[in-house]
């Protein structure tokens, strides 16, 4: 809930890190002048002064350029007054940490490099001496080493935005793909189901009156196929319900069922060739894009009365044509049975082409077997 709340009001961590950093200057400072020998004590002015230095970090984030060389000259001149010696250079350390974070390190160094030389200057002016004492030497260290500093924790963070964002891209992509694979999935079920059914209801209509026995039959189909087609989603919803890939893979020995489905909607198919023993990916593909095609055929090709099933086997690689006499003339366009048989194929390394031959139309799939050469 307090992270919450946190991130919700991003000034609270702000006015935090100010309050701190304040309380800590001027208790340090206030410290120096009580207990070092002949140090003076801080005064009301020179503690007006720190509150001022300090409470500048407020705004930090959004400048840190400005607040940088602000502070810095606070703070040098504050050592060359009166008042007791402290930790006020703290105040434009955190300044040039988060100018170096927030701007690179090459600004930094040049924004850096630019008050320490005018810091040289105004000793010049003030003491009448162009002698270097060992505390600009330390000055340079300390910059040096805020800079380094600031410069890995901003690459380090640059590194974690980095990492955060290929793993949400990943995370998109793999939802995406499971999207795409529920949506082929139940498309290829219901389609085909959905097709059969329409085809046997309108036999069954239009027969019922003289061929109720034909009828019959046709109803019979519809119930099959659409007992069928709801134990398949009831095996995908599953799935989905559960989280775990536990869903009956389609196999290339059901292919009997598909052929008998297209059969009994008044189509003549005949298969020509053996797939043989292939990976259950290659399987499934397979059986699904023989699927959508006998699908398509009955739902789209105009007047086909023939399809043959083509099975080809060589080293390496399965081919599977489906072809029909439909008087199609035109290529179709592409819908999701199409995109779903093209994108089954691209996943396993192969293609899928299909368009008007003589006298029909033909769908071709390429898929590699592994394993064979």
């Not at 000793?123 to 004492?133: E, K, L, N, P, Y």
């Not at 992509?173 to 219901?190: C, G, N, P, S, Y």
């Amino acid at each position: 809930m307090q992270e919450w709340w946190r991130a919700r009001n991003p000034w609270f961590g702000r006015v935090f890190r100010t309050l701190v950093v304040l309380a800590f200057v001027l208790g340090a400072t206030s410290a120096a002048g009580r207990w070092q020998p002949g140090a003076p004590h801080l005064s009301a002015g020179g503690a007006a002064w720190l509150a001022a230095t300090a409470l500048t970090l407020l705004v930090v984030h959004r400048y840190p350029l400005p607040v940088f060389v602000v502070t810095a000259a606070s703070a040098y001149a504050f050592y060359a007054s009166s008042e007791p010696g402290g930790p006020v250079i703290l105040v434009p350390t955190i300044a040039l940490f988060m100018l170096t974070r927030r701007s690179g390190p090459v600004i930094a160094s040049w924004t850096a490099g630019g008050v320490l030389v005018a810091g040289y200057f105004a000793h010049v002016i003030t003491t009448r001496s162009f002698a270097i004492t060992g505390t600009a030497g330390v000055f340079v260290v300390w910059a040096a080493a805020v800079i380094g500093i600031g410069t890995a924790v901003r690459y380090q963070f640059a590194a974690l935005a980095a990492r955060r964002e290929q793993a949400a891209e990943h995370r998109h992509r793999l939802a995406e793909q499971e999207r795409l694979q529920i949506a082929r999935e139940v498309h290829d079920v219901v389609a085909h189901s959905l097709a059969m059914i329409n085809v046997q209801a309108g036999v069954a209509a239009h027969v019922a009156d003289r061929r109720p026995e034909q009828a019959k039959e046709a109803l019979l189909n519809i119930k099959a196929a659409s007992a069928s087609a709801l134990n398949d989603l009831r095996a995908t919803l599953a799935v989905l319900r559960s989280g775990e890939d536990k869903a009956p893979a389609p196999s290339l020995t059901q292919i009997g069922e598909l052929l008998d489905h297209a059969r009994s909607a008044g189509l003549d198919v005949e298969l020509h060739g053996d797939p043989g023993e292939v990976p259950a990916p290659v399987a499934g593909a397979t059986y699904r894009i023989l699927q959508e095609s006998l699908t398509n055929v009955v739902r789209h090709a105009d007047g086909a009365q023939h399809v043959a099933v083509r099975f080809d086997r060589r080293p390496g690689a399965l081919t599977l044509t489906v072809r029909d006499d439909g008087r199609t003339t035109t290529a179709p366009t592409p819908g999701h049975g199409l995109r779903g048989m093209n994108e089954r194929a691209a996943a396993l390394g192969g293609t899928v082409r299909a368009g008007v031959t003589d006298g029909g139309f033909e769908v071709r799939a390429e898929l590699p077997v592994e394993g064979e050469t």
